[in-house]
């Protein structure tokens, strides 16, 4: 048999008062997503532990099946993405440009990331590149607007803290190393503290942020630095799990994410018309992608949407039940071609939980997310609704993250009998002729 993954990202959520007390998939209308339900198996599903509120890359990690290996973080995968060579022993920080303002000694994010049309950032880009490091090896790559990948090497260290609180009006720390952290932490930290305040220099008096003070617009006068990563080394999806996977995502982490685990990214996403963003097409047309590729020999597909988790950051709850339900229609083909392939293992869940009710102190939460199975090996649990409180009363009951993959290769008839010894290597699917 072969399996898709879909991830909606972000789409699990709380009970909110503007909703009678439901979440927004409780309120949504969700036919295509309530009949894949009634078809197969539901659960609820804490991506990393109970309670732990989890990034979108760490939980990603996890879901594909390699929370055993060290995450090598979010930038590197990101650097990948971006077509960023990295090397053993490099180590790659996101940098990203930001609005701040100084108050009482202290420092404060106004905006982060500070967006600029290309024309300024990448000569802003090509000052900050200048920067002469005194005790590192430096590199700093162009990611695209305010995002920059800062490559560091000949002995330094990911062991030290962030300088981005993330959150609005909310002082900027400093980068200092871990407790008990090894001297590569501590040159590291100086470093990037070093550089941190030369670029502060640099973007207070450039001639192209200049020019968009003079015309009355906001203009980046910091760097804020994050996320240190190391190149990942793990081994590709087909040796780990078996499957001959492709991914179908948008971005440089989804992208990079793929080709750290050996997935083919493919095709490339079609062009779009300036400022479109119709997230139930986009959705609609990985789904009709993936389903291609499994047709065409594939046995894997992984499909991610980012639109739940976008609604969700709006703060508005009725704004994401609309997110839903609009999505909602691009599973209507995939609910008949689920039903007319048997060989074909559907499993439907999010990354995380994104609260919609606009909790400034929150981006994710912690309770556990919706998740169906369905296929021909899958039993029929009664379930007949896609949401936490239903899912959660079906035969699958609670599950981890680190349960996602297993359950795949069982009910894709792939998993390794249990103290089986056919093969020299410890691998949890089956060979062929095993």
Known sequence: MKALLVILDGVADRSERSLGGMTPLQAARLPNLDRIAASGMCGHMYPLSPG???????????????????????????????????????????????????????????????????????????????????????????????????????????????????????????????????????????????????????????????????????????????????????????QAWGFDAAAFAAGPFYSGLASALGMAHLPAEPARPQGRADHAEELGERLERALSALDSGRDFAFVHTKAPDEASHTGRPARKVAACEALDGAFAPLADYAAGMPELLTVITADHPTPSGGSPEVIHSGESVPVVMAGATVRVDGVERFDEVSCASGALGQLRGADLMPLILNFTNRARFAGSRLTPAEIPYRLPGT
Not at 104 to 126: H, I, K, M, N
Not at 144 to 159: D, K, W, Y
Not at 210 to 232: D, F, I, Q
């Open 52 to 238: 732990v509120c989890p990034s979108s890359d760490i939980s990603l990690w996890n879901l594909l099946g390699y929370g055993a290996h060290p995450y090598p973080g979010r930038t590197g995968l990101e650097a990948i993405g971006s077509g960023i060579e990295l090397a053993d022993g490099d180590v790659v920080f996101r940098v990203n440009m930001a609005v701040t303002a100084v108050e009482g000694g202290l420092r404060y994010v106004q905006v982060s990331p500070a967006y600029l049309p290309e024309d300024q950032a990448c000569p802003v880009f090509r000052s900050l590149a200048g920067y002469e490091p005194s005790e590192l090896e430096f590199r700093l790559r162009h990611m695209g607007g305010p995002f920059m990948a800062l490559v560091l090497s000949g002995g330094a260290s990911r062991e030290v803290t962030d300088s981005d609180p993330f959150f609005f009006d909310t002082p900027v720390p400093p980068i200092v190393p871990f407790d008990h952290a090894g001297g590569g932490a501590a040159a590291t930290a100086r470093e990037l503290a070093r550089f941190t305040s030369w670029a502060a220099g640099v973007m207070e008096s450039h001639p192209a942020l200049e020019e968009r003070r003079r015309e009355g617009m906001t203009a980046p006068n910091h760097v804020l630095v994050k996320w240190p990563s190391v190149p990942p080394r793990v081994p590709p999806f087909a």
